[in-house]
């Protein structure tokens, strides 16, 4: 069984950082894994995810002010989040799926969530 544990949210201001981290359990080293975020009223974005082989990919909205990363020793996930805007605004989900394109299905296995506020 593979559980999921978002931490890192909070609320800043538009320009700010913030780093989310995902501590994962289970078999998820062959696993796809990623973070998507949900704002009321829009549809669920994929907005990075990190294959089993290392490869990264990251919507348009949010190339070059994100970057995600895992640190495989430990099963942890992280997003570094820079330079955020309002609409970044979002419950934030760590996902992981043995199959990436679950991870756009909204298949597999999600976290709790931990929400980001951006003010402007």
């Known amino acids: 069984q593979v559980q999921l544990v978002e931490s890192g949210g909070g609320s800043v201001q538009a320009g700010g950082s913030l780093r989310l981290s995902c501590k994962a359990s289970?078999?998820?080293?062959?696993?796809?894994m990623g973070w998507v975020r949900q704002a009321p009223g829009l549809e669920r974005e994929v907005v990075a995810d990190?294959?089993?082989?290392?490869?990264?990919r990251y919507a348009n909205s949010v190339k070059g002010r994100f970057t995600i990363s895992k640190d495989n020793a430990k099963n942890i996930l992280y997003l570094q989040m820079n330079n955020l805007k309002p609409e970044d605004t979002a419950m934030y989900y760590c996902?992981?799926?043995?199959?990436?394109?679950?991870?756009?299905?909204?298949?597999?296995?999600r976290g709790q969530g931990t929400q980001v506020t951006v003010s402007s």
């Open positions: 996902a992981a799926a043995p199959i990436r394109a679950h991870l756009e299905l909204n298949l597999g296995y």
């Open positions: 289970g078999h998820t080293n062959t696993f796809a």
């Open positions: 990190i294959d089993s082989d290392g490869t990264k």
